[in-house]
């Protein structure tokens, strides 16, 4: 079981920074690979970004590419997500998941979810 609490969520201007925070319970955080999601009122939930177990794969949505970076500590049992140049149609609230299975961007495969944390970027 891990239980997962995002964290940084805000309001910020268009062009702005956030840096999201996901910290993890238990001690097996490095068998999971940890991916970012997101939705927008009225829209369904979005891939963002995955990382491996060890941190050395990364995989991003396109709407993401050269803006978003995802990172993971294991030792801190955390993985974070730092979002650059932030557009108002990043506006959403953004969700941390956790998976044993190899890196996707299919929510489907990933079992434990955090509450999730507002980020809202304003024009």
């Known amino acids: 079981q891990v239980q997962l609490v995002e964290s940084g969520g805000g309001l910020v201007q268009a062009g702005g920074s956030l840096r999201l925070s996901c910290a993890a319970s238990?001690?097996?955080?490095?068998?999971?690979?940890m991916g970012w999601f997101r939705q927008a009122p009225g829209k369904e939930r979005e891939f963002v970004a995955a990382?491996?177990?060890?941190?050395?794969?990364?995989y991003y949505a396109n709407f993401v590419k050269g803006r978003f970076t995802i990172s993971r500590d294991n030792a801190k049992n955390t993985v974070y997500l730092q979002m650059n140049s932030l557009k108002p149609e990043d506006t959403a609230v953004y969700y941390c998941?956790?998976?044993?299975?190899?890196?996707?961007?299919?929510?489907?495969?990933?079992?434990?979810w955090g509450q999730g944390t507002q980020v809202t970027a304003s024009s």
């Open positions: 238990g001690r097996t955080f490095s068998s999971y690979v």
């Open positions: 998941a956790a998976t044993t299975r190899p890196a996707a961007s299919d929510a489907r495969i990933y079992d434990y």
């Open positions: 990382i491996s177990w060890s941190g050395g794969n990364t």
